[in-house]
């Protein structure tokens, strides 16, 4: 069983750019959220999707956007970087169906912004 | 006042002893609550779900809950140096997840 993946592992990008992080949920799962992790601090959420729509977006700015597709895999994308950017991209994700609220996360995405 | 608090640590505890982790939620709407454990540099795994009052015990772990009191708490029995890590207490609030900023236990053998 497969479970959440993530790509790529780690990325270095310069102030401004704009970067796409991808995940894969686990099988079985439908809805994906996606977090970011500064250093020393719980995740912090920004987004979810489910049937490629977002449901609910945390306090980030619009720089940060993302996608669904049918296959329930997604995208993250963040535009004009920031240094404060750099952190931890989590992707969780579970069974919208169903009594279970339980998020599995993938391993992340380790953005560095210089 | 902070949506989800937790102790910061680091909390030492001795290999064999019971570790105690707490957590306490602003929003009276919660309805459920998870426990998950980060080791260092890896991403959180989930540990223990909670969604009731009282205790729900899996293994060497038990969670104990108290909506009237808006706490959470995380018991981990016969600790092991294995579990040394950061614990990490998240609430969900209409679907969304919001999570404390973790405290870092540190098993002593």
């Known amino acids: 069983d497969a479970g959440v993946t993530q790509s790529p592992t780690h990325l270095i990008k310069t102030r401004g750019q704009q970067v796409t992080l991808r995940c894969s949920p686990k099988?079985?799962?439908?809805?994906v959220s996606w977090y970011q992790q500064a250093l020393g601090q719980g995740p912090q959420f920004i987004f979810q999707y489910y049937e490629e729509e977002e449901r609910q977006r945390g306090n980030f700015p619009d720089r940060f956007s993302g996608h669904q597709f049918p296959n329930y895999s997604s995208e993250l994308n963040v535009n004009a970087l920031l240094l404060g950017d750099s952190a931890l991209y989590l992707c969780?994700?579970?069974?919208?169906?169903?009594?279970?609220?339980?998020?599995?996360f993938g391993p992340g995405t380790r953005l560095t912004v210089t | 006042q902070k949506e989800v608090e937790q102790n910061s640590g680091p909390l030492s505890v001795p290999e064999g002893a019971i570790a105690s982790l707490n957590c306490t939620y602003s929003d009276r709407g919660s309805q459920s609550f998870f426990w998950y454990r980060q080791y260092s540099g890896k991403s959180p795994e989930l540990i223990m779900s909670i969604y009731s009052n009282g205790d729900k015990e899996d293994g060497r772990f038990t969670a104990q809950l108290n909506k009237a009191s808006q706490y959470v708490s995380l018991l981990i029995r016969d600790s092991q140096p294995s579990d040394s890590a950061t614990y990490l207490c998240?609430?969900?609030?209409?679907?969304?997840?919001?999570f404390g900023t973790g405290t870092r236990l540190t098993i002593i053998p």
């Open positions: 099988s079985g799962h439908d809805t």
């Open positions: 969780a994700s579970s069974p919208l169906t169903g009594n279970s609220y339980e998020q599995y």
């Open positions: 998240a609430v969900m609030v209409y679907e969304k997840l919001t």
